[in-house]
């Protein structure tokens, strides 16, 4: 997957666990860096899937699907920054064996495609008939949060990767368990750039987005 002057790529193999790898490299070949590497299979599954085929680009998130792996062991729908943040098993296929189908479908291969906010793909094999599927599944929106401490305020930038009519909150707290509300607003579809007048210098804050409050 190209974008600017930089290459998306998986592999199929290798990685510390042998179950691939995702990577970026500029194209005059300079910058090599391993995004993500999947976890090892523990009687086929785990948590994120193993065995990733394409990689489909979406503002700074790339979007891919694995064959084997998974809580299920037949394969992952996941997400990705560019920087290689924000890892995420958006769905894990159910079991499926001949003879003994599932609904969803099992071991998906190819790119994934976007129309609007759903990602559309196909799966090999399972589905009612055990013969593959072609499925589809909402994309989440991704939203990023950067931020750093000027004495008595925090300034926080914010991006999008989807525009979509979504309500969002910021909140912060000093104990992980009790939060209050920053700031409430519609996605700009755009970066923005907030900020909380309530922070001393001398205190800590933790913050977190709430979508569709």
């Given at each position: 997957?190209?974008?600017?002057?930089?290459?998306?790529?998986?592999?199929?193999?290798?990685?510390?666990?042998?179950?691939?790898?995702?990577?970026?490299?500029?194209?005059?070949?300079?910058?090599?860096?391993?995004?993500?590497?999947?976890?090892?299979?523990?009687?086929?599954?785990n948590?994120?899937?193993?065995?990733?085929?394409?990689?489909?680009?979406?503002?700074?998130t790339?979007?891919?699907?694995?064959?084997?792996?998974?809580?299920?062991?037949?394969?992952?729908?996941?997400?990705?920054?560019?920087?290689?943040?924000?890892?995420?098993?958006?769905?894990?296929?159910?079991?499926?064996?001949?003879?003994n189908?599932?609904?969803?479908?099992?071991?998906?291969?190819?790119?994934?495609?976007?129309?609007?906010?759903?990602?559309?793909?196909?799966?090999?094999?399972?589905?009612?008939?055990?013969?593959?599927?072609v499925?589809?599944?909402?994309?989440?929106?991704r939203?990023?949060?950067?931020?750093?401490?000027?004495?008595?305020?925090?300034?926080?930038?914010?991006?999008?990767?989807?525009?979509?009519?979504?309500?969002?909150?910021?909140?912060?707290?000093?104990?992980?368990?009790?939060?209050?509300?920053?700031?409430?607003?519609?996605?700009?579809?755009?970066?923005?750039?907030?900020?909380?007048?309530?922070?001393?210098?001398?205190?800590?804050?933790?913050?977190?987005?709430?979508?569709?409050?």
């Amino acid at each position: 997957m190209l974008s600017g002057h930089t290459l998306y790529g998986s592999l199929a193999g290798g990685g510390y666990w042998g179950s691939g790898t995702l990577f970026m490299i500029n194209t005059d070949g300079t910058g090599f860096t391993n995004l993500y590497t999947f976890s090892p299979l523990t009687s086929d599954t785990n948590s994120d899937g193993a065995t990733p085929s394409d990689l489909f680009l979406s503002g700074s998130t790339l979007y891919g699907l694995t064959v084997f792996g998974g809580t299920g062991g037949v394969g992952t729908i996941f997400a990705i920054s560019t920087d290689g943040k924000g890892f995420s098993a958006l769905h894990s296929f159910t079991p499926a064996s001949f003879p003994n189908p599932n609904y969803d479908g099992a071991n998906p291969r190819g790119a994934l495609v976007q129309s609007g906010d759903v990602l559309y793909g196909t799966a090999q094999f399972g589905g009612t008939a055990g013969r593959g599927t072609v499925f589809s599944l909402s994309a989440p929106p991704r939203v990023f949060l950067t931020g750093t401490a000027w004495l008595e305020s925090a300034q926080f930038q914010f991006g999008f990767d989807t525009v979509q009519s979504e309500n969002y909150t910021i909140q912060y707290s000093t104990t992980l368990t009790d939060w209050s509300s920053v700031l409430s607003f519609t996605s700009p579809g755009g970066p923005m750039t907030v900020r909380d007048p309530n922070v001393s210098k001398s205190s800590w804050r933790f913050y977190r987005i709430e979508i569709g409050r």
